[in-house]
């Protein structure tokens, strides 16, 4: 039997997501330190050589991603992701200038600046992060064979300016992704409910009714209903109560 859909509006606050955001850190660690980023390879149009690889940059290993800390402030149709001041390290075997370098690592400091709204797909609530700066600065360069003078000048150059871009994206790529697992997780996850009372088996199937809105002043408003049914069956299989949205 079905009673039929009664709605709930559910309000997160500015608190809640200050609980959230504890939870942001070290799923996006997780995710970032194991990230894998393609091997580069730099070319250039060298006199008489033509476009020549110059560089390469393999076996490129995150070392290190520390959040210090996650704030998610509230602003009118989003929620802002910010993360400052994140320890970043990688290592990768470098070779330039026709020699092997060896094992260089790179330290840096990282900063996110994501912008999520929720959609509705299919009575659920999605994550949407449509928006993500991720941003490398403060590099510490250090080659594995000890070089000085002009070579390092030139490899450091080639790492800053030339790999920065890319691994920014791909770390880019990889925080959106964590972003929109871990709050997809957190706060869409599956909320229906099965159980028994006496020879009562029944399930509260819930669904997201509206696309769920985000003000500075009610935060992020959910409205969803919720569909009872149960059966008079004490051998009825309780999954099999569940309803299709």
């Not at 850190?25 to 997780?30: F, L």
């Not at 990768?92 to 026709?98: E, K, R, S, W, Y």
């Not at 791909?170 to 964590?178: E, F, G, M, P, R």
């Amino acid at each position: 039997m079905s009673n039929g859909a009664s709605s709930i509006e559910i309000r997160l606050e500015q608190d809640i997501f200050a609980e959230v955001a504890k939870l942001i850190a070290p799923i996006a660690e997780a995710y970032v330190l194991d990230m894998k980023i393609e091997d580069q390879h730099i070319k250039k149009a060298l006199p008489l050589l033509g476009e020549t690889e110059v560089a390469s940059a393999t076996a490129i290993k995150i070392e290190k991603f520390a959040i210090k800390g996650v704030v998610m402030p509230i602003n009118e149709g989003f929620v802002n992701v910010n993360i400052d001041d994140a320890e970043f390290k990688v290592s990768m075997d470098v070779t330039a200038l026709g020699g092997h370098l060896g094992i260089t690592t790179v330290s840096a400091i990282l900063d996110v600046d994501a912008k999520v709204r929720f959609v509705l797909e299919q009575n659920k609530m999605k994550t949407d992060v449509y928006e993500c700066a991720v941003a490398l600065r403060d590099f510490d360069t250090q080659i594995g064979t000890g070089i000085t003078g002009d070579i390092l000048s030139y490899v450091t150059e080639m790492i800053e300016s030339v790999l920065k871009s890319s691994i920014e994206a791909s770390l880019q790529s990889t925080v959106t992704s964590s972003l929109e697992q871990a709050l997809d997780s957190i706060l869409s996850r599956q909320w229906d409910i099965a159980g028994n009372v006496s020879k009562v088996f029944y399930n509260l199937a819930v669904h997201f009714i509206d696309t769920p809105t985000v003000t500075k002043a009610n935060g992020l408003m959910i409205v969803i209903g919720i569909d009872a049914n149960y059966k008079m069956d004490a051998e009825v299989d309780v999954a099999a109560l569940k309803i299709e949205h």
